[in-house]
């Protein structure tokens, strides 16, 4: 039963952290080659003495202060500044440290919602108790990255996630910034109305029109009129200025997989057959990830045995496919890893998981032996679309 303190206690205040690495892939490239430190930096396609096409990746603090930033075209970069240091991205190594990053939060806490490859939120109201306060734990997580992978980042904390990523935003390069849950109005009175979710460059226009420049300013408007001007959304901006924003961490990493599984009909002890089975549930795994137009990077396999315990085995792979020899080479070898003689199978699956690479866009490596697997695949898929699973068989 409830007493009758009940009704008197708070919602508890949720303790969000917004981890964002600064100028990440320039960064990469300044830890990897030491001439570079101190420099301006531009990661991105190739200048060709200012007639290159395409963009910025992104550039360190130092080519920053020349006006530089990522999603400007090059040859822009290359007036503004032509004694930098061009380089084009080495995607493969960004990937590498970015692993090394989420592997460094997954310590902190399993509530991690990935943003980009080099930015998360993380709900840490049930952890940060084990590290003292919120700010220590951020410190310790910041020294784990600073000493393993030779990196910086900068952490927002608050009890919303925008408060968070604002924090992180203004507290950069370096930072660590606690935003109290009842500091929240304050730190964001004077900041401009378009670092507010959602406020882009029209609704900034008609806000300034209006006077409001300053997201105190909203918070002084009558409502009403507002509600007029911006609908809907003018009175999501009431409450994203007193610092309410409902979003959770939304921790979806399961969701983001394709897998298929096995259970025989009774526990197999012959090693060959569970392969075989691991064969087929490879080829359903390849197929469905290209019917969803995904290519994953990491494989697991799932093996339940006789008596019901349940083991996984993965293995993250340098890059994304969705071959049927890659996925089921490692199923196989991780199989084989696990296995042990008297072993009794009752359930063996195959995952593939991983996905999502934002910037990693798979068009900057065209490569044609690739292009033409690819089409043998589906080939084979159509093929199997029409006759059924037992129409073709993989070769060896
Ligand atoms: P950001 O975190 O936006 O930028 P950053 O880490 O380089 O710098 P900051 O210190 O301001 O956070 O993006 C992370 C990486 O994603 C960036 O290093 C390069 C890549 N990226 C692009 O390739 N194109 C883009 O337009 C942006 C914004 C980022
Ligand atoms: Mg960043």
């Known amino acids: 039963m409830l007493d009758g303190n009940d009704n008197k206690m708070q919602a508890r205040d949720k303790v969000i952290i917004h981890i964002d690495m600064d100028a990440f892939f320039a960064a990469v490239e300044q830890r990897d080659d030491p001439m570079l430190i ?47 240091v061009f380089l084009q991205p080495d995607f493969r190594k960004y990937k590498q440290a970015s692993d090394q990053v989420f592997d460094i939060l997954k310590r902190y806490t ?38 393993e992978v030779r990196l910086t980042a ?104 394709v897998s298929h599984e096995h259970t025989f009909d009774m526990d197999e002890a012959d090693p060959e057959k569970v392969a075989k089975v691991l064969f087929i549930l490879s080829q359903k795994v390849s197929r469905r990830l290209r019917k969803e137009g995904l290519k994953g990077r990491t494989v697991s396999i799932k093996i339940r045995l006789k008596d019901f315990q349940t083991f996984t085995r993965a293995k993250t792979l340098d890059k994304r496919t969705n071959f049927v020899g890659t996925i089921d080479g490692h199923a196989q070898a991780l199989f084989k890893g696990f296995y042990k003689s008297g072993m009794k199978v009752r359930l063996i699956g195959v995952r593939m998981s991983q996905f999502d690479d934002p910037y990693v866009a798979d068009g900057l490596f065209v490569d044609p032996g690739e292009v033409k697997k690819e089409n043998v695949h589906r080939a084979v898929d159509v093929l199997k679309d029409r006759f059924g699973e037992g129409a073709i068989h993989w070769g060896a």
């Open 154 to 257: 900068s952490v927002g904390i608050a009890p919303v996630k925008m408060v968070a990523k604002i924090a992180s935003d203004v507290s950069k390069p370096d930072g660590l910034l606690e935003i109290e849950p009842d500091g929240v109005q304050k730190f964001l009175a004077p900041l401009p109305v378009e670092r507010l979710w959602g406020v882009g460059k029209r609704s900034k226009d008609i806000l300034n029109r209006l006077g409001i420049y300053a997201i105190g300013d909203i918070l002084k408007f009558p409502k009403l009129k507002i509600l007029e001007l911006l609908g809907e959304q003018g009175l999501h901006l009431f409450d994203l200025a007193s610092g309410i924003d409902p979003r959770e961490v939304s921790v979806s990493d399961e969701t983001k997989s």
């Open 38 to 84: 101190g420099k301006p930096v531009v990661v991105g396609a190739d200048p060709n003495n200012g007639k290159g096409r395409g963009v910025v990746a992104t550039c360190s603090y130092e080519a920053r202060k020349f006006g530089i930033h990522s999603a400007m075209p090059i040859s822009t970069a290359y007036r503004l500044c032509p004694h930098a």
């Open 110 to 147: 399993p509530d991690i919602e990935p943003i980009s490859i080099d930015e998360a939120f993380l709900d840490i109201t049930g952890t940060f108790h084990l590290y003292g306060t919120p700010a220590q734990l951020a410190l310790r997580m910041k020294e784990d990255i600073r000493r």
